[in-house]
């Protein structure tokens, strides 16, 4: 199934190509985006790293149980962000980044509740389950504000080193449901 273009208020999201690489490296290549991240994205980035990660990791994958999305918006070349989606996930199922300077809007919860939709209203999940470092107060913010509940704290290893553990969320369709007032 190929990734459909998912529409918002204010963003559109469409999967993620190789045509992608450049504004995707331009935004994301930050300590401060890359930091929040899993330790098994490298610091520092390896010039080239983006293209062949898209190349190697998310296109041959892209709408076989796994959809990444970039973020567009209006009056600005190529992606702000991304979000990614996978049906099997080593305790999350989704995860996201932003660029920076679009920090602090609301783009990333728009785009979480569109994906959201997507995953439970159009591949049938079930559950969702998410994680982040404890401390990274922004991706806790869009999981709260989305209905997720959390359910532990574990270990955990990030590009950051002061960040050892992780929150562990769940959503599953019943509360996305009545968060979204259906």
């Known amino acids: 199934m190929p990734v459909p273009t998912l529409v918002t208020e204010r963003l559109i999201l469409r999967g993620i190509t ?5 504004p995707y490296e331009r935004h994301f290549v930050d300590y ?17 790293g983006v293209g062949a990660f898209i190349r190697d990791r998310i296109v041959p994958v892209q709408g076989q149980d796994r959809w990444v999305w970039g973020l567009h918006r209006q ?3 190529g992606v702000i962000g991304a979000i990614d989606l996978r049906r099997y996930g080593e305790r999350k199922n989704r995860g ?23 995953a439970f209203d159009e591949l049938g999940f ?4 998410f994680a982040n470092a ?23 290893a990030f590009v950051d080193p002061a960040y050892t553990r992780q929150e562990i969320w769940e959503l599953t369709k019943e509360q996305w449901l009545a968060w979204r007032g259906r």
Do not use: Q
């Open 126 to 129: 079930e559950r969702l389950v």
């Open 75 to 77: 009056g600005v070349d």
């Open 32 to 48: 401060e985006v890359i930091r929040h991240l899993s330790a098994e994205v490298p610091w520092p980035f390896p010039a080239g």
């Open 134 to 156: 404890v401390g990274n107060e922004r991706s806790r913010n869009v999981k709260l504000r989305t209905g997720a509940r959390l359910v532990g704290v574990a270990p955990g």
């Open 18 to 22: 190789e045509a992608d690489a450049e």
């Open 96 to 118: 996201f980044w932003l660029g920076r300077e679009f920090w602090g809007k609301g783009y990333m919860t728009e785009a979480v509740i569109r994906v959201n939709d997507f």
